[in-house]
Nanobody, 121 residues
Framework: VQLQASGGGLVQAGGSLRLSCAAS????????MGWYRQAPGKQRDLVAT???????RYADSIKGRFTISRDSAKKMVYLQMNNLQPEDTAVYFC????????????????WGQGTLVTVSS
């Protein structure tokens, strides 16, 4: 299973970006999908997740500005980011929890390679 994130770039403060993440490969079931970010010199933190039932959860720092969504049939997850601020500058990683086979296989968290978001003031 491979995840490919895209949509990052350079934007001015107050601007918007939409990140996309496409999963490929054989996977029987997909659970939670989400976005995480890692700023320079800092740990990787949760940004937002969405369950298979489309319940979403957000970090307090981005509530009201970012929206996560998913298209399970296409194995994609999105992150709409509005009113971006310089503190949102980071590498954004997508992830999903998946099972490769119908029975006997564990849930595994798969990670994408990251896409850089830079917000200038």
């Amino acid at each position: 299973v491979q995840l490919q994130a895209s949509g990052g770039g350079l934007v001015q403060a107050g601007g918007s970006l939409r990140l996309s993440c496409a999963a490929s490969g054989s996977i029987f079931a997909i659970g939670d999908m989400g976005w995480y970010r890692q700023a320079p010199g800092k740990q990787r933190d949760l940004v937002a997740t969405v369950t298979s039932g489309e319940m979403s959860r957000y970090a307090d720092s981005i509530k009201g500005r970012f929206t996560i969504s998913r298209d399970s049939a296409k194995k994609m997850v999105y992150l709409q980011m509005n009113n971006l601020q310089p503190e949102d500058t980071a590498v954004y990683f997508c992830a999903l929890d998946g099972r490769r086979f119908a029975s006997g296989s564990p849930w595994i968290r798969y990670w994408g390679q990251g896409t850089l978001v830079t917000v200038s003031s």
